[in-house]
């Protein structure tokens, strides 16, 4: 294919950029075989492979819900105190139990009825045989209104796949006969049963939900009857392979996969591989017009803008590789999940894609098909407007849109990232919830929940009586101490509500003085020790984490555009993106949501997700910025480019700011503070930030925002007549 460039009057300029030695992508794009992706024959032997791969790779994706592991141990911090006394526990019986607390209440006070129909129920559930130990109570509270029976269930390590279906089955033993009595089942059974609930067929909800957006979002940007259905069918291409290789690696290779990281990896790849295609689209139809040959129109498409796509993706999936550093189980594994997901879509779009594009031919794009020849709306579109009102003021604009930001940014003082608690999780009504408020109305909180202590079984009494010694601990539920191979187990009930800050401040007062205890090597673990950790942890993970996506996605940056000074600023643009995310987000869950706090991961997630994501349409318009600024010169290459890019751009923004937005389908606060987070942020860097901010300080800067590269000295070409 000749080499020549077409400018957009159609007229050929000469040599393509870059042949001559100036373009750094001049080697990359000369190695690619889009000859064979986008050949007249060749194509065919694309599509028949990838169809191999598809069909191949169908039957493992199906199964990678068998290998999810949703237990507590796969997703602990491995260096966690809790940790190591969940392993600890293996030796005096199953560390997976959890407790379900059967809660009765009459507000006008408990029956005689009411205290046999508890008392029948509770031998109707020691006779179950998935039991850990006795069932205690029924316990008739000191008001006489309401009474509690704590249920030991032992389900194994799959106990999150069965607690729903068990939990359901002790419901309605405790509601037949009630008579008006309030039945509710509460604990950490309970809780994990709604939880379960909530997150039962993630799959298929997410999937149907992000499918519904994305169809709706393309048929409004391209107003085609057909062409929204390239970017789905490889992107559903995409999700099924990338969910083979995962099965393969959480099989054979170690990698933990989680329910709601799979449930994730749908949203993230059919919103990254849609930009991908948009971005490939867009391209195409420019090259439509210069070329009367679809085919050599493509190949020029994919060596236009295929190193961008690249880049995004490497920045994507190097960000979520980082991710691999936590000491949270459940985070580590994400970053593995998420990889696979992106570089799986990027090889479908710049492969797959493009080969059915040229096999369908312009039709596709019926009824505004782009016809060899005919005028390039990047002239006159509304983009070009927008470039020449940030052109007369451009370092006005950039400040006063950082100030702006920047006091949005503010916000963030209201953050309170400390955790959930149980009644806190849920963004809809929720049973155990109900029954917890029981609880906390009429007994001692923390009864369902206890704090479990491991020690050396010589030091085990002086243990138990530092351990009765500590304020928050009941006394007098302190057990006495078991015993085996050398090790001991005590265990004990707290005063306040397990996942109160009071608790945790029982628990740290606990291991203060257990620690204190001499050649005990006692340890506090149970499920508030363990949500302690899990915050602490989580802290560790974002000081760690965050600094280095940071600097990996500097080094991309640099590598890519050959420029530092660009490089920096674009890093600046982005932290600050983020920052007003978490601040508007943090007043919006305050004062319009009415939730409460943050799960302990959403600053690290929204983090990683915008940092990783946002700077793809950076390198999206800085790519084609650089193009036509080896041509042109920075200024005239800066409105270009964002007249080339901004339609495509906000609508790659819009789709994966919808595809984020389908997480507040789930009724779980954790899932809903995400997705509004990283939609709204998104949607931030789209339209203000890289719009309006970059592209002032592109102007602004001028030239020199290329150093060190030679296009520093590379002058502004004058307006053609």
């Not at 602990?76 to 009765?104: C, H, I, W």
């Not at 936590?326 to 493009?354: E, H, K, Q, W, Y």
């Amino acid at each position: 294919m000749p080499e020549d460039v077409l400018h957009p009057s159609g007229e050929r300029t000469g040599p393509a950029p870059g042949h001559n030695g100036r373009d750094g992508f001049r080697r990359f794009r000369k190695g690619l075989p889009i000859g064979l992706i986008t050949g007249r024959r060749s194509k065919y032997g694309v599509i028949v492979a990838w169809l191999i791969v598809l069909v191949v790779a169908a039957g493992f994706a199906g199964k990678l819900s068998s290998v999810e592991k949703n237990d507590v141990k796969s997703s602990l911090p491995n260096s966690a105190e809790s940790t190591r006394v969940f392993d600890t526990q293996a030796k005096f019986g199953s560390p997976y139990t959890v407790p379900a607390v059967v809660v009765y209440e009459r507000s006008s006070g408990l029956t005689e009825a009411d205290k046999r129909k508890a008392a029948a129920d509770a031998k109707v559930f020691g006779g179950r045989k998935d039991l850990e130990g006795p069932v205690t109570g029924p316990e008739i509270s000191e008001d006489g209104k309401a009474a509690q029976t704590t249920v030991p269930l032992n389900l194994g390590p799959d106990y999150f796949g069965k607690v729903g279906d068990r939990v359901k089955e002790m419901r309605e033993t405790a509601r037949d006969g009630a008579q008006g009595m309030a039945v509710h089942i509460a604990g950490p059974a309970g809780n994990t049963g709604d939880l379960s609930k909530a997150v039962s067929g993630i799959d298929t909800t997410l999937l149907a939900a992000t499918l519904l957006v994305v169809i709706v979002i393309l048929l409004f940007t391209y107003r085609s009857p057909v062409l929204w259905l390239m970017p789905i069918v490889c992107a559903g291409v995409s999700l099924q392979i990338a969910e083979a290789v995962i099965y393969f690696l959480a099989k054979h290779g170690g990698l933990t996969v989680s329910a709601d990281g799979a449930g994730i990896l749908t949203i993230l790849v059919f919103g990254a591989t849609t930009d991908y295609s948009l971005l490939l689209i867009a391209r195409y139809r420019e090259e439509l017009r210069r070329h009367e040959d679809r085919h050599a129109a493509m190949e020029e498409a994919l060596r236009r803008s295929g190193p961008a796509v690249i880049a995004s993706a490497a920045t994507v999936a190097v960000g979520m590789i980082c991710l691999m550093l936590a000491d949270m189980n459940s985070t580590r594994g994400l970053g593995p999940v998420f990889a696979v997901g992106i570089v799986v879509g990027a090889a479908v779009m710049l492969t797959l894609f493009p080969a059915l594009m040229v096999t369908v031919g312009r039709w596709i794009f019926w009824p505004a098909k782009p016809g060899y020849g005919s005028g390039n709306p990047i002239d006159t579109g509304r983009w070009v407007a927008v470039g020449n009102r940030i052109a007369r003021r451009p370092r006005t604009t950039w400040v006063v849109t950082a100030l702006i930001l920047a006091a949005a940014a503010a916000g963030m003082v209201q953050l309170n990232s400390h955790g959930l608690t149980d009644q806190q999780a849920f963004t809809t009504h929720q049973d155990s919830v109900a029954g917890e408020k029981i609880i906390d109305r009429h007994f001692d909180a923390g009864l369902g929940s206890p704090v479990f202590v491991t020690a050396r079984a010589d030091r085990a009494e002086a243990v138990r009586t530092a351990l009765m010694s500590v304020p928050g601990i009941d006394r007098g539920s302190v057990s006495p101490p078991m015993t085996k191979g050398g090790d001991a187990l005590l265990y004990a009930t707290l005063t306040d509500a397990p996942d109160s800050k009071a608790a945790f401040r029982t628990v740290e007062r606990a291991r203060t003085e257990l620690h204190a205890v001499p050649g005990a090597q006692a340890r506090v673990g149970g499920n508030t020790a363990l949500n302690l950790d899990v915050k602490q942890a989580t802290k560790d993970d974002r000081a760690l984490i965050a600094p280095i996506v940071l600097l990996v996605v500097l080094v991309i940056l640099v590598l890519l555009l050959r420029a530092v000074v660009a490089s920096l600023l674009l890093i600046a643009t982005v932290v600050l993106s983020c920052a007003t995310t978490i601040g508007v987000s943090a007043l919006v869950f305050r004062h319009v949501f009415g939730f409460g706090a943050e799960d302990n991961s959403f600053p690290l997630y929204v983090f990683v997700f915008l940092i990783a994501l946002g700077i793809d349409y950076n390198i999206f318009l800085m790519t084609r910025i650089r193009e036509e600024a080896l041509k042109h010169g920075t200024r005239p290459a800066t409105l270009t480019g964002l007249a080339a890019t901004g339609g495509v751009i906000t609508s790659a923004g819009v789709v994966l700011a919808g595809t984020f937005a389908v997480l507040a389908t789930l009724p779980l606060t954790q899932f809903a503070e995400l997705g509004f987070a990283v939609a709204f942020g998104i949607l931030l860097d789209t339209f203000i930030v890289r719009s309006v901010m970059v592209t002032a300080l592109n102007l602004d800067v001028g030239r020199h925002i290329w150093w060190p590269s030679p296009l520093t000295k590379k002058e502004d070409s004058p307006p053609a007549p």
